[in-house]
């Protein structure tokens, strides 16, 4: 008696178990299809009688079957004397047999043909339909029947692998082979795999290590999509809550000249693509903006020169940096409301994102006291050696403590990390509308001068304080307010200074004593010059009621008390 000894690669060893179904994918070279016929031909020797059905999708003449790997098998294990081969079937031992059929020619009566078959091989399974699945598999139904696909992964939406990764049958064996698994791998398999590797790197993942086709040949991004494979910048990310989803979709044509049809699910992140990437304005097809030195330390320097010497709450007026085109399509009411409304619907993601944070750490802290009760009573000093103490009792419990404790830890930790994100981006908003408002106030106070400028801005500060309200405060206001940095509410303040300053000159002139008459043929004395002076300025603010002569007598008043 002889025994057959067939060499497994240890990758296979799995599937040499008893399943109702087995799994074998991978790149090319990796030995599948072979692993597979040999097994077929092992188990027709030893099962006699086996009755086997070889399957492709498409099968019109039996060169495209597997009926040839399988002769060549029966050959190379030296059983030829055992296996009549025909031209459409093989007879096994014991009246068993193999044939040879396409899942394309079956219909749902024509299948039952193979009700009785004990095993049916799938040979390129990727291309197999889900109807065609559908149709086999409660037909091959015998009692210990096992069906095999064999495949080189294609797409996660093709019938195979939906099966076998999205619905997991129980008991089923999978296993994933690829070149460096074969350890008969031959060197002219080695050879074209490098050709592979350096001429066609957008396919090569597909065609040697497994992997699902991620872009056709020809496509307009696959070389792209190819190097930044290769650079290690395509991964999993999670979406960002408070981004828009944005869906790029190329039809592919239709008809005969139909390609691909794709959907591209992205989220713009311009900031991080400018900042990262020098050539990103090149990619992405806009004109690069000049660059410009950035101002740091501003608001604390502000903040300080106004606290030592209240100056202008008004904008330094420095360029934004925009070009002029740009800004003016920026400034364009349909487009600013358009910004207005994208920023709101942000803000409400962005809160929505923040509430749920919160009310999730809720749950999971109120989750915990009704999972481990017997913890809501130990005083928090405690705890450590209640725990400890359940670690070694009862080390399931603590594991679960501990899962849960990291649960809510994290949940508390995004909140965290949220809450201060948020302040960020509040503070960086509010400084945008600032700048805004600090514009447009400009504008409003072009034709006053500087000097008036800073004389009005003393005035509020010091009607502030005269108030109650210490400089510093006023600072915090305007800094942190939307309401203070508004451009018109800033002019109303700058208009009430300034109407301060000229009732205080008017007060002042008033408050003067009249000076006597001068006396004909006696010249004055520079004294009585002076009040002459004042009169004179007095008379004109009371007529014109302008900030410039309101200064002028203030300034004379300062001379005449030297």
């Not at 009607?463 to 800094?479: H, T, Y």
């Not at 002139?509 to 043929?521: C, I, N, T």
Request: aromatic fraction near 8%; hydrophobic fraction near 40%; proline fraction near 5%.
């Amino acid at each position: 008696m002889s025994i057959l000894k067939i060499p497994t690669a240890k990758i296979f060893e799995p599937l040499l178990a008893p399943a109702r179904y087995k799994g074998a994918y991978g790149g090319r070279g990796s030995g599948k299809s072979h692993f597979f016929g040999e097994l077929l031909v092992e188990t027709c020797q030893a099962e006699r009688g086996t009755l086997a059905v070889c399957i492709r999708e498409a099968q019109r003449t039996l060169a495209q079957s597997s009926k040839r790997l399988i002769e060549s098998k029966i050959a190379a294990l030296g059983l030829g004397h055992r296996f009549r081969i025909y031209h459409d079937k093989i007879e096994t031992p014991g009246d068993g047999l193999i044939i040879f059929r396409g899942m394309q020619d079956h219909t749902s009566e024509s299948i039952k043909s193979l009700e009785g078959f004990g095993i049916a091989w799938v040979d390129e399974a990727q291309n197999l339909s889900a109807r065609s699945l559908s149709l086999l598999r409660p037909t091959i139904r015998t009692e210990g029947s096992e069906l095999w696909a064999s495949w080189n992964p294609r797409r996660k939406s093709d019938a195979i692998d939906d099966f076998f990764w999205a619905k997991k049958p129980a008991g089923a064996i999978v296993v994933g082979a690829n070149w460096r698994d074969n350890p008969w791998f031959p060197a002219v398999l080695e050879h074209e795999r490098k050709t592979d590797l350096s001429l066609y790197p957008d396919r090569y993942d597909h065609i040697w290590e497994g992997d699902y086709v991620r872009a056709f040949e020809g496509a307009y991004f696959a070389q792209m999509l190819s190097e930044a494979r290769a650079q290690g910048r395509i991964g999993k990310v999670a979406a960002d809550p408070l981004l828009p989803l944005r869906a790029f979709i190329d039809i592919g044509g239709s008809g005969a000249t139909a390609d691909a049809f794709t959907i591209w699910i992205v989220q713009w992140v311009g900031a991080e693509a400018w900042a990262n990437d020098p050539d990103a304005a090149r990619f992405l097809g806009f004109e690069a903006p000049p660059a410009r030195t950035e101002k740091t330390e501003l608001a604390k320097a502000d903040s300080e020169k106004a606290a030592d010497n209240p100056a202008d709450p008004g904008v330094d007026g420095a360029a934004n940096g925009l070009d002029p085109e740009i800004e003016k399509v920026l400034n364009h009411p349909q487009v600013r409301q358009a910004i207005e409304e994208r920023i709101g619907e942000a803000e409400k993601t962005r809160q929505g994102y923040v509430n749920g944070l919160a009310a999730a750490t809720q749950i999971a802290q109120v989750s915990f006291l009704s999972q481990f009760p017997e913890l809501a009573s130990i005083a928090p000093e405690n705890l450590p050696g209640a725990l400890e103490l359940m670690s070694r009792q009862d080390p399931q419990k603590f594991a679960r403590v501990q899962a849960v404790v990291a649960t809510t830890e994290q949940l508390f930790a995004q909140q965290q990390q949220e809450s201060r994100r948020q302040a960020e981006l509040g503070q960086q908003n509010f400084q945008r509308y600032a700048n805004s408002e600090d514009a447009r106030l400009e504008t409003m106070l072009k034709e006053e001068s500087k000097t008036t400028q800073h004389a009005v801005t003393a005035e509020i500060f010091a009607s502030a304080k005269a108030s109650g309200v210490e400089p510093v405060e006023l600072i915090r206001l305007f800094n942190s307010e939307p309401l203070m940095r508004n451009a018109v509410f800033q002019r109303m303040m700058y208009d009430a200074g300034k109407y301060r300053l000229m009732m205080k000159a008017r007060d002042a002139a008033a408050a003067k004593p009249v000076p006597p008459v001068q006396r004909p043929g006696l010249a004055r004395t520079p004294a009585e010059r002076e009040h002459a002076d004042l009169r004179t300025l007095s008379a004109k603010l009371s007529s014109s009621g302008d900030i410039k002569d309101a200064l002028a007598l203030y300034n004379a008043r300062k001379s005449s008390k030297r």
